[in-house]
């Protein structure tokens, strides 16, 4: 199965993540299929998020599960599922 989900960078409490569509059985930090945007949750609001609208859609409609919490964000910005 293929999820997206976060993966994350940074330092210790300075967390960076990237939007990634990985096979659910990869740990977290490991090989991506694809790179879909990023969130950076410790900037201004309006810099938090930025990913590619189109190739998340691609992705969902090929059968890719988001993670609740990547569904949230997607949610937040106003991208319908």
Do not use: C
Not at 40 to 55: G, L, N, W
């Amino acid at each position: 199965m293929v999820k997206i989900r976060l993966k994350k960078f940074g330092s210790k409490k300075r967390p960076y993540y990237r939007i990634v569509v990985q096979d659910a059985r990869e740990p977290r930090d490991g090989r991506t299929i694809e790179e879909l945007g990023i969130y950076h949750p410790i900037e201004a609001e309006e810099k938090q998020v930025s990913f590619d609208a189109e190739k998340v859609r691609k992705w969902l409609d090929s059968g890719a599960q988001p993670t609740d919490t990547v569904r949230g964000i997607l949610n937040r910005n106003n991208f319908t599922l």
